[in-house]
């Protein structure tokens, strides 16, 4: 295997990639059936929002590594805040402020819902999103709830039994609403992430598969089972898309796929976060006025392509990645005074 380097920075280009198709069709498809393009634009990705998927592939990868790597609960807690809040507030003031500046009919929200959306958990108390992309933000933190909990009670191989357990539950699922015209509690599905477990599980597969000191069999049945469910609950087509973004994900994890090596690649891969928290509304509602100003849509597009980039690449650098570095070192320096304080006594 190659070194650590190639390796993550491939895994976060395809992050920049699957932020890019997710705007794609936010921009094209998702605007158009909201508010409606004059003329079609020039490209439309109806299929990008699969870029989740692959997200979601590529968090069940890091987070088990995340794990393998941990050796205290709080050294993950602190990685995955330090990771994920001080971006997610800084978008979220800006979404607030320049959706209320520009003006988006039916997607402002009000002062409460801002602060209640500080928290990040406002899907799970019935508040609505500032964003609607920050709804998946909600099934990362269950994701890592889950697989923090599992792991604390029996390390890789109880988290490896949870989602056994969770595409178990999945099927039933399935086959009870196709076969018996029930539908299971909604509740269930979402706290156990039925929907979106199949993606994580064939992250961690891919994560197992990579290792050197991997027993080969174990994840790649993993693998197969979680298309397998794909396949089931969505189609073949979603099940054939599962097997090729488990092949892209495991040539970036090998390192095989140095075109994600190039510097646009990486740059995208770098804000890749803060420009899926920011593209959505600020975009939309910016769209509507370059639109209503007269500019072709595609036109209209590429503006606001360039201005949610540039917005992401400022919030990375100037938001983001200081506060990560603060966190993570204040952090740091507390662990080694209490190890200081715990020796000397």
Sequence with gaps: MSSHGPRLA???????????????????????QLYGHPTAPLVSLPWGHYGVNLFFMISGFVIFMSLERTRRPMDFLVSRFSRLYPAYWGALLLTFAL????GLPGKTVGWTTLLVNVTMLQELVGVPHVDGVYWTLTVE?????????SWLQGGGQRLWQLLWLFLAVRVVYVLVAAFGSVDL??????????????????????YRLTQQDA????????????V????????????LLAVGCFVLLRGAAQGRWRWLEHPMWLWLGSISYTLYLLHENIGWALLLRLEALGLPPTVAILVVLAVSLGLAHGLTRWVEQPA???IRSRYQQYRLRHAAVVSGG
């Design 10 to 32: 491939q895994l976060d280009a395809l992050r920049g990639l699957a932020a890019l198709l997710v705007v794609g069709f936010h921009y094209t498809t998702r605007f158009d």
């Design 99 to 102: 959706t209320h500046l520009l």
């Design 141 to 149: 933190l269950l994701f890592y709830a889950w697989a923090l909990l």
């Design 185 to 206: 509690p909604w509740l269930l599905q979402r706290w156990l992430l039925l929907p979106y477990i199949a993606w994580f599980a064939l992250g961690v597969a891919v």
């Design 215 to 226: 027993v080969p069999a174990p994840p790649a049945r993993l693998a197969l089972a979680a």
């Design 228 to 239: 397998a469910v794909i396949a089931l609950a969505k189609g073949i087509g979603v099940g």
């Design 324 to 326: 990560m570095r603060w």
